[in-house]
């Protein structure tokens, strides 16, 4: 397969997007690599470029923004060619050869937006819990920052999730990120806020959290992950988080766990990480050199 052949194979570029996206189970994930491969194969047919290793260096070298961001591009890139070859579009050595295209090394670790305990108490008694809107607006920020649930976690929490195990609430079974299960424990003021919110909204099947009508009623209508993300702007401003985002209530649930004293493993669990790195950097911590864990054993040479 030549060249040219690589390039005419996504002149349609519905076609390619759809190649990645349906292989792909997250939402999220899906609506950022169309993005990604949107503008990726617009840049592709304007510049009238094969598909080929060198021109996704070449668009590498174009792209600006953050890392992160240039490396979800380039990893929507990646997923095109491996889908393009399994389906015989491409030549696997070309598939290959874009696949050993890096991405950006980032720098630093992102500071990230932490509530400290008190915001985080101030943020959960911020809604107008004379309301309905308001007592659910409390039982979403509850979970969020008692168990760190993702937004799209919360918008697919069903009241069969939540059970008791060993004399506590637990909320099992959540399939995360990577569809990896897990479980957690949320504490009792979690539990709480939820019943108090169902109880009024007369709910105790299927979806915990719903939308309300305008007019004050349940319409018994999922919420999006969207919805759940415009919960917590509504309320960051209260405490002088006006740029409040959903996932900084999953870092403030690690960050506070952890001064807490909760072990990093079991925070990772919690969160459901593959990786005990991605949970340090929820943390923001970095090694101590000057009261390191090796000073804690408690042993010494006779």
Known sequence: MNEQTALTTYQDPRAAIELVTNSLTSEHSKRAYAKALHDFLAWLETNRKPFVKATIQEYKQSLTGSPASINLKMSAIRKLA?????????????????????????????????????????????????TLKGLRDRAILAVMIGAGLRRSEVASLTFAHIQQRDSRWVIVDMIGKGNRVRSVPIPSWVKLAIDEWTRSADLSHGLVFQSIHKGGYIKHESLTPQA??????????????????????????????????????QIQLSLGHASIKTTEKYLGVSQNLTDAPCDHLGIALE
């Open 82 to 130: 491996t889908e393009a070859a399994d389906n015989g579009l491409i030549e696997q050595a070309i598939a290959g050869g874009i696949n050993r295209v890096a991405g950006v090394t980032s720098h630093g670790v992102r500071a990230g937006n932490w509530l400290t305990k008190q915001q985080a108490q101030n943020i959960i008694l911020a809604p107008n819990v004379q």
């Open 228 to 265: 759940i993300g415009d919960v917590v702007k509504e309320y960051g401003p209260q405490i002088g988080k006006p740029e409040l985002a959903a996932h900084d209530l999953r870092r403030s649930f690690a960050k506070l766990a952890h001064k807490g004293g909760s072990g990093l493993d």
